[in-house]
C-alpha cells in the first residue's frame, strides 16, 4: 500500500466517541454559541440565550429547512462529539433547562471542550498514517492527555490553557503531516495564505500545507489535493467539483459541508458526499487568472 494513495488506516478507533450525537445533547450549540446576522445566519443571537427554534426536547424546529431559512452555519458546525460528553458525562445527564444554576457552566464548558475534541479528531487521524510512526508515541501521549483534560470537572475544564495545549498539539499534527507529505515532490507551502477567491481551477496541490489558509470561494474545482494538510483551512464556498481530496489529512466534515463540490468529487472514506452538493459541476465562475486572488490581505498561521 502506497502512502501517497492511501494513508490512512481504518481499523483506528477513538477512545472517545467524536461524531455528534444531537439526540444525546441538550442542545448547547444552539444555546451556548452566539450567531451573528449574515451569510450564515439569519439573525443575531447572544452566547447563552438558546435560539428560539430550539425545541422543548431539545431539537431544532426548523432542522430541515435550516438553509433555506438563512441558517446555512448551523448546517456546517460540528462539535465533534463535545456536546453529548458535557451533557451526559460532565454534568450527569441534568439538562440545563431542569437545573438552570447550571447554564451558565455547562454553556461556558462547551466551547472549551468543543476545542479539545477537534483535537482529538486531529490525533486520532494522525495515528493512522503510517509514514508518521516515528511520532506516534507522542501523538499516543497527546491524545491521552486531550482526553483526560476534556474529561475534567467544569472548574478543571475552565482553568486550562487551551491556547497553550493547542500550539503543543498543533506542532505535533504538523510534524505528523510533514512526514507523510515528504513523499511528495516538489510540494506547495500555502499555510495560513489568503487564498480568498483565488483561481485553483486544475491546480496541482499534492501534498501541498494548507493549514489554516483562506480559501473562501476559492475554484479548486478539479484540483488534486491528495495528502494536502487541511487542518483549519477554511472552505466556505469553495468550489471543489471534479476535485480529489481522497486522501487529504485532517479534513473534516465541516469542511466538506461548507464547500461546493458534485458528484465528482473525490472524498475521504469515513466522510459523507453533503446531500445538498449537485449531482453535477457548476459551470466556471469569471474572474481574474489562475492563482489570482479577489482581494488582498495577509494570511493566517495554525
Known amino acids: 500500500m502506497r502512502e501517497t494513495e492511501s494513508p490512512q488506516n481504518p481499523t483506528a478507533a477513538a477512545p472517545t466517541p467524536l461524531e455528534s450525537d444531537c439526540g444525546s445533547c441538550f442542545g448547547l450549540c444552539c444555546a451556548a454559541l452566539p450567531f451573528v446576522a449574515g451569510t450564515d445566519f439569519a439573525e443575531n443571537k447572544r452566547a447563552g440565550s438558546p435560539c428560539h427554534n430550539l425545541q422543548a426536547d431539545f431539537g431544532c424546529g426548523i432542522h430541515a429547512q435550516l438553509r433555506e431559512r438563512g441558517f446555512r452555519g448551523c448546517t456546517v458546525y460540528d462539535c465533534f462529539g463535545a456536546g453529548q460528553r458535557i451533557s451526559q458525562v460532565t454534568f450527569g445527564g441534568r439538562s440545563w433547562r431542569e437545573e438552570p444554576d447550571s447554564a451558565k457552566a455547562m454553556f461556558d464548558v462547551f466551547p472549551v471542550v468543543r476545542q479539545l475534541h477537534e483535537l482529538l479528531r486531529y490525533l486520532t487521524e494522525a495515528l493512522t498514517f503510517t509514514a508518521a510512526g516515528p511520532v506516534h508515541d507522542e501523538l499516543r501521549q497527546a491524545l491521552a492527555e486531550t482526553d483526560r483534560l476534556a474529561g475534567g470537572t467544569p472548574e ?147
Open 156 to 302: 478543571e475544564v475552565l482553568a486550562l490553557d487551551v491556547p497553550a495545549h493547542r500550539q503543543r498539539v498543533s506542532e505535533l499534527l504538523l510534524r505528523a503531516g510533514e512526514l507523510v507529505r515528504a513523499a511528495v515532490p516538489h510540494r506547495r507551502e500555502h499555510r495560513g495564505a489568503d487564498l480568498f477567491g483565488a483561481r485553483l481551477r486544475g491546480a496541482d496541490l499534492h501534498g501541498a500545507n494548507l493549514r489554516g489558509a483562506l480559501l473562501v470561494a476559492a475554484d479548486l474545482s478539479g484540483a488534486d489535493l491528495r495528502l494536502a494538510d487541511l487542518v483549519g483551512a477554511d472552505l466556505r464556498d469553495a468550489r471543489v467539483a471534479g476535485a480529489d481530496l481522497s486522501t487529504a489529512l485532517f479534513l473534516t466534515q465541516a469542511q466538506l459541508d461548507a464547500a461546493r463540490g458534485d458528484a465528482t468529487t473525490r472524498i475521504p472514506s469515513g466522510l459523507t458526499r453533503p446531500a445538498h452538493w449537485p449531482e453535477v459541476a457548476p459551470a466556471p465562475a469569471a474572474g481574474p487568472g489562475p492563482g489570482s486572488r479577489s482581494r488582498s490581505g495577509k494570511g493566517r498561521r495554525r
